[in-house]
Structures are given as structure tokens and as C-alpha cells.
């Protein structure tokens, strides 16, 4: 026996719950009705003719900074210490560290020039 939700009348509820017995309705299928697991209660396909949707999808915020900005940043690339650089002479220069080599050898450094962006590096 196919059933209206409204004669039902034991749940307030909407298409998604059973308002005979409060549990969730599986999907509506392309063809046939929607029948209740728990209590067996067979609902009409006519029930969700109406039915509707809101919803909000709420994306990360893209930042104002992309790579042309990046790379012309006056912001140092790391920690600053005070080394010469070779081609402007500028007294500090911005460093980073990485394993390159193996194990037991040591860190490559890398050293960047805070005023004209020159970059060398040095094997530890």
C-alpha cells in the first residue's frame, strides 16, 4: 500500500525520514517508490515532486599573492646573517639549508643576497 507522508502523521518530518518511525528513507530510484528499512512503510515517488535544496559550498580563499610577486618580494628567503655577497657587495644575505648529498656528508647552504637577489652556495 502506497502511503502520503501527511496522512501518516506519527514524525514531523521531511522526505528524508520515515514518519512512522523516524529513520532515514534510502534514495529516490528513476523508477518505483521509496520503502522504509526499518518499518517497511512505502512512500510514493509523488512525495518528493516538490522537494528542495539549499546548500552553500564554501571554498578556501585565494590569496592576492602569485609567483611574479613571489619572486619580486623585498622580504628576505630565510634567516639573514651577515655575508658578503660577492657580486654587490651588500653585508647580508638570506640562507637555506638542504640534504643533497649523502648521509654522512654534510648540508648544502644556500645563500641569497637580500638586495640584489644574487644566490650562491657552499657544501658544509
Not at 521531511?14 to 518511525?21: D, E, G, K, L
Not at 611574479?68 to 658578503?84: A, L, S, T, Y
Request: proline letters at 3%; aromatic letters at 10%; hydrophobic letters at 30%.
Amino acid at each position: 500500500m502506497l502511503v502520503k507522508m501527511a496522512e501518516m502523521g506519527l514524525f514531523t518530518s521531511s522526505t528524508a525520514f520515515c514518519v512512522r518511525c523516524g529513520s532515514i528513507l534510502p534514495l529516490l530510484q528513476k523508477f518505483g517508490s521509496v520503502k522504509c528499512y526499518s518499518c517497511k512503510a512505502v512512500y510514493e515517488a509523488g512525495n518528493y515532486n516538490n522537494l528542495k535544496f539549499q546548500y552553500t559550498i564554501n571554498f578556501n580563499t585565494v590569496s592576492a599573492i602569485n609567483n611574479k610577486n613571489i619572486i619580486n618580494m623585498d622580504d628576505p628567503e630565510g634567516p639573514v646573517v651577515e655575508r658578503k655577497c660577492p657580486k654587490c657587495g651588500n653585508d647580508r644575505m638570506s640562507y637555506a639549508t638542504l640534504q643533497l648529498r649523502s648521509a654522512d656528508e654534510g648540508q648544502t647552504v644556500f645563500y641569497t643576497c637580500i638586495s640584489c637577489k644574487y644566490k650562491e652556495t657552499e657544501n658544509s
